[in-house]
C-alpha cells in the first residue's frame, strides 16, 4: 500500500513562492507517474499538475502554466510542486497523487489510484 505525504503548504501574500513536497513510501516510486491536484472551498478538485516515471516529460494546467514547476527526485522518492507568483485563486488544499503509467488521462483525477492527505495553501491579496 502506498503511503503519500504533502508538506511544504502555508500562509503566503501575493507574489510569493512556496514549494510543497510529497514523499512516498511502500511502493517502487519509479513505476508510477505522478500529479498534483487542487480543491478549494466549494469547488471540484481540479488539475494542477503532472509528470512521468522520469521526469522527462510534464503537463501544466493553463491557469499554472508559467509560474508552477513540477519535479521529482526518484532516489528520494519525492516529487514537488516549485509555486511562484503565487495569486489568491491558487488558495486550496493541494494532493499528490500516483498514477499508473497505463492510465492515459493525465488531467482526470480517476486515473489516479493513491492520495496524500493534502497541505494547505492560502494566499492573501
Known amino acids: 500500500q502506498v503511503q503519500l505525504v504533502e508538506s511544504g503548504g502555508g500562509l503566503v501574500q501575493a507574489g510569493e513562492s512556496l514549494r510543497l513536497s510529497c514523499a512516498a513510501s511502500?511502493?517502487?516510486?519509479?513505476?508510477?507517474?505522478m500529479g498534483w491536484f487542487r480543491q478549494a472551498p466549494g469547488k471540484e478538485r481540479e488539475f494542477v499538475a503532472a509528470?512521468?516515471?522520469?521526469?522527462?516529460?510534464?503537463y501544466y494546467a493553463d491557469s499554472v502554466k508559467g509560474r508552477f514547476t513540477i519535479s521529482r527526485n526518484n532516489a528520494k522518492n519525492t516529487v514537488y510542486l516549485q509555486m511562484n507568483s503565487l495569486k489568491p485563486d491558487d488558495t486550496a488544499v493541494y494532493y499528490c497523487?500516483?498514477?499508473?503509467?497505463?492510465?492515459?488521462?493525465?488531467?482526470?483525477?480517476?486515473?489516479?489510484?493513491?492520495w496524500g492527505q493534502g497541505t494547505q495553501v492560502t494566499v492573501s491579496s
Open positions: 509528470l512521468n516515471w522520469s521526469g522527462g516529460t510534464t
Open positions: 511502500g511502493r517502487d516510486f519509479r513505476s508510477v507517474d
Open positions: 497523487a500516483t498514477r499508473p503509467v497505463h492510465k492515459l488521462r493525465v488531467m482526470a483525477p480517476e486515473e489516479y489510484d493513491a
